[in-house]
T-cell receptor
Framework: SQQGEEDPQALSIQEGENATMNCSYKTSINNLQWYRQNSGRGLVHLILIRSNEREKHSGRLRVTLDTSKKSSSLLITASRAADTASYFC????????????FGTGTRLLVSP | NAGVTQTPKFQVLKTGQSMTLQCAQDMNHEYMSWYRQDPGMGLRLIHYSVGAGITDQGEVPNGYNVSRSTTEDFPLRLLSAAPSQTSVYFCASSSRGGYNEQFFGPGTRLTVL
């Protein structure tokens, strides 16, 4: 399996704090994507970073990518209770069908 | 647009029974995929399709069949259900190209007794 690993598995913070979660992967990639899953629901796309990019921002989200270390991080600034969810990274390999390979996820709990 | 729809939402089967999980999308996406999600294991790809009439195996295809007769529909068939297939199943679609996001359905929670 080429599944990535995410760290930490679970994270508990207070509203207003920043949340950082990390993703490591194994192969050369075309891009890396982050998804959010609210409890019992389908996944929702958050942000995509291409292999030739090092950092990307979208609202309160900041994603970094280090292809030399095969790792990425997702930073959520000024967290809100509504950010409580599981977060997954997914990598798209170079070439072929370019299917997504998902990590195991980080469960984020933001307390009011 | 309804996006990606899945039916049923919940299903309980007995070992050995067969059934079909339905998936449909109304976004004219070429790519469709089926994943299963088990606790602590993230999502694993079962089967995928790059267009009508074209399907291929993913990471965990054993015990499942798919077909893609139209762009819109991508059913997943369990041939002879086993307790190991107890899981939450997600269907996803995306347009052609490696930089496009996947859109997920709400999932089907399947229990095999």
């Amino acid at each position: 399996s080429q599944q990535g690993e995410e760290d930490p598995q679970a994270l508990s913070i207070q509203e207003g704090e920043n949340a950082t979660m990390n993703c490591s992967y194994k192969t050369s990639i075309n891009n890396l994507q982050w998804y959010r899953q609210n409890s019992g629901r389908g996944l929702v796309h958050l942000i995509l970073i291409r292999s030739n990019e090092r950092e990307k921002h979208s609202g309160r989200l900041r994603v970094t990518l280090d292809t030399s270390k095969k790792s990425s991080s997702l930073l959520i600034t000024a967290s809100r209770a509504a950010d409580t969810a599981s977060y997954f990274c997914a990598t798209r390999e170079e070439g072929g069908f370019q299917k997504l390979v998902f990590g195991t996820g980080t469960r984020l709990l933001v307390s009011p | 647009n309804a996006g990606v729809t899945q039916t049923p939402k919940f299903q309980v089967l007995k070992t050995g029974q067969s059934m079909t999980l339905q998936c449909a999308q109304d976004m004219n996406h070429e790519y469709m995929s089926w994943y299963r999600q088990d606790p602590g294991m993230g999502l694993r790809l079962i089967h995928y399709s790059v267009g009508a009439g074209i399907t291929d195996q993913g990471e965990v295809p054993n015990g499942y069949n798919v077909s893609r007769s139209t762009t819109e529909d991508f059913p997943l068939r369990l041939l002879s259900a086993a307790p190991s297939q107890t899981s939450v199943y997600f269907c996803a679609s995306s347009s052609r190209g490696g930089y496009n996001e996947q859109f997920f359905g709400p999932g089907t929670r399947l229990t095999v007794l």
